[in-house]
């Protein structure tokens, strides 16, 4: 290959990762208002558009508006909406996620118990600051969650915890 080929290979790629970080710099803050999802900018239109076409579909809505203060439709309900269909992933077809359960809210600690993997990584303080640093390598490592899952809630007696309270400094 001739350099001038590589250079354009390059340059054509930067163009592209360009673009890419374009489109999802902003994140997917965009909220379908028939499929309650999030969504990137590219991939919703603006609902109001869709209601000009098709007056009747606001029953399929949720009334949910996102950024700028607008209803958005992501491109999958828009295209079942525009054809006078029920999108079969909407919220109205009950395929929404169910309420998160107020067992849900786990501490940091029920959190690593539970995760499916392991991160060993090497933390240090920083110099100025106080704020933790990772250091080389991070290593993930596989848990076996489901005998953790078994094992929980432990009774006291089942734990095998021996209360120190009884005990007495010298005993004979």
Not at 8 to 31: Q, S, T
Not at 59 to 79: A, M, P, Q
Not at 105 to 124: G, H, Q, T
């Amino acid at each position: 290959m001739c350099n001038e080929t590589r250079h354009k290979e390059a340059n054509c790629l930067r163009d592209l990762i360009l673009k890419f970080h374009r489109i999802v710099n902003k994140g997917p803050v965009y909220v379908c208002c028939c499929f309650d999802q999030l969504c990137y900018k590219h991939n919703v239109s603006s609902a109001a558009k869709l209601r000009e076409k098709c007056p009747d579909i606001d029953k399929y809505f949720l009334n949910k508006r996102s950024v700028g203060d607008i209803e958005w439709v992501c491109s999958t309900c828009h295209k079942y909406l525009s054809k006078h269909k029920v999108p079969s992933c909407a919220a109205i077809n009950g395929m929404q996620f169910p309420p998160k359960p107020a067992c849900f809210d786990l501490n940091e600690l029920e959190c690593r118990l539970l995760a499916p993997r392991l991160a060993f990584e090497k933390l240090l303080q920083a110099p100025r600051g106080g704020q933790l640093k990772i250091y080389g390598n991070i290593v993930n490592v596989p848990a076996d969650v489901n005998s953790t899952i078994c094992m929980l809630p432990r009774l006291p007696h089942e734990s095998g915890i021996i209360s120190v309270y009884n005990l007495k400094r010298r005993l004979q």
